[in-house]
T-cell receptor
Framework: DAGITQSPRYKITETGRQVTLMCHQT?????MFWYRQDLGHGLRLIYY???????DKGEVPDGYVVSRSKTENFPLTLESATRSQTSVYFC??????????????FGPGTRLTVL | QQQVKQSPQSLIVQKGGISIINCAYE??????FPWYQQFPGKGPALLIA?????SEKKEGRFTISFNKSAKQFSLHIMDSQPGDSATYFC????????????FGRGTSLIVHP
């Protein structure tokens, strides 16, 4: 199926554990993003990637690690989960700056609970 | 520093009424202003967008009004319907810069039948 998918959709983990959230897009968009959504804070950018092997920090990168070895995948890893990382995580992709269309396409989200 | 300020945080409107959500920005280099709509349990999706060369853009019941001098833009939902109940995010980005959008904090809209 074309589009952007995230897995798992729901995850419960414990403090201190490592957890990886997966994101896959089929459009071959250059840009990919990770956001977290928390009540009262809206969407906050964690990391983004302009192309394979190019990543950069967003507004709230601490405690997260990303990689992008292939254009279509952009996994987000919490190396040692903390309760403050309980949130809903959204992956997005875009072809920013191409033909004037800067639309971001969001995945369905992963609800992560850290106990 | 919050570069895009969105208000109100929540909004309750009766069916058939007009919903108005406002956003203000500080960076004069912003030149793309989209609005995203998010239903519960879903990811945000582009609703409508405007560039500063026009002051208004209308798509069905949804209208963006843009005031460049005041550095403000707003979303108007005419004849609001219960199906419009969602969270709305404004955003802004620069075509000549990093292209990375800055989002407002969102407005939770409830339309009562």
């Amino acid at each position: 199926d074309a589009g952007i998918t995230q897995s798992p959709r729901y995850k419960i983990t414990e403090t201190g554990r490592q957890v990886t959230l997966m994101c896959h897009q089929t459009w071959s968009h250059s840009y990919m993003f990770w956001y977290r959504q928390d009540l009262g804070h809206g969407l906050r950018l964690i990391y983004y990637s302009a192309a394979a092997d190019i990543t950069d920090k967003g507004e709230v990168p601490d405690g997260y690690v990303v990689s992008r070895s292939k254009t279509e995948n952009f996994p987000l890893t919490l190396e040692s989960a903390t309760r403050s990382q309980t949130s809903v995580y959204f992956c997005a992709s875009s072809e920013l700056g191409q033909g004037g269309t800067d639309t971001q396409y969001f995945g369905p989200g992963t609800r992560l609970t850290v106990l | 520093q919050q570069q895009v300020k969105q208000s109100p945080q929540s909004l309750i409107v009766q069916k058939g009424g007009i919903s108005i959500i406002n956003c203000a920005y500080e960076n004069t280099a912003f030149d793309y202003f989209p609005w995203y709509q998010q239903f519960p349990g879903k990811g945000p999706a582009l609703l409508i967008a405007i560039r500063p060369d026009v002051s208004e853009k209308k798509e069905g019941r949804f209208t963006i009004s843009f005031n460049k001098s005041a550095k403000q833009f707003s979303l108007h939902i005419m004849d609001s319907q219960p199906g419009d109940s969602a969270t709305y995010f404004c955003a802004a980005s620069t075509s000549g810069g990093s292209y990375i959008p800055t989002f407002g904090r969102g407005t939770s809209l409830i339309v009562h039948p």
